[in-house]
């Protein structure tokens, strides 16, 4: 067992150590906090869960990794109302080949990203593929990202990874970034301590469970799981180029 220190001993601080690590990041602009405020609306009016969203220190955090990396490229797998898409677009803001590729299903939420996209006047920088993205994903041969964010359904995980890597989807610098792979914790502890086992179903971590095990045994990549936000799985293939 790997001890760690308890960082943050209760929600409460752990609330107050979040609020200010937003403030002291270089903050979102503003659209895109107005964005998230429209996207609590939409969802209240129409029966959708808001905190599908990515957080705003999360959209903080990859917008500078992405930056660091110099990503120009980037596929979405889950777009929802658009909030994490337009914290891609900032990221990539600086790159005049820059693009922005997202997957999502049909529906109320993907016509609000849609105008919200043209609303900020970013459309030229978005191209929406609308169906199950297990399949639209094929669609996608012969291009190339410098970032794959899976954020959709939890028990297609294991069939995104594996198109990514036999579709050859990854530039050489490509990674790939699972959300939610910890689940609220629950993929590593779904006993009764963990508040989280009596609100979720067990499906969904089962199924990231699988999915981490599955990149964990696959000798293509190598891979860290960070306890960061509600887990990041960032996966990159292996370089087999001889030094
Ligand atoms: C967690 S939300 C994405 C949140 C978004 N990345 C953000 O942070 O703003 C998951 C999204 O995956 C989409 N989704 C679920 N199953 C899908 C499938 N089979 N193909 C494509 N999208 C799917 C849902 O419609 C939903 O919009």
Known sequence: MHAVTELHPNTEVSNAVYE???????PVPKHIDEHRQASIEFCEKENEEANMMINTLQAQFLI???????????LEIGMFTGYSALAWVEALRDQPEGGLVCLDLPGKTSAFALQTFAKYGVSDKVQVIEGNGQTTIDSLAGQKFDLVFIDADKSGYITYFEKVL??????????IIADNALRRGLVADDSERNPASARYSKETHQALDRFNKFVRDDP???????PAFDGLNFIRVKNTTPN
């Not at 500078?64 to 980037?74: D, L």
């Not at 036999?166 to 990674?175: K, R, Y």
């Open 166 to 175: 036999s579709l050859n989807l990854l530039s050489p610098s490509g990674v």
């Open 20 to 26: 200010y690590s937003i403030n002291h990041s270089t």
């Open 220 to 226: 293509r990549v190598e891979h860290v799981l960070l």
């Open 64 to 74: 500078f990794w992405a930056r660091a990396q110099g990503v120009k490229r980037v």
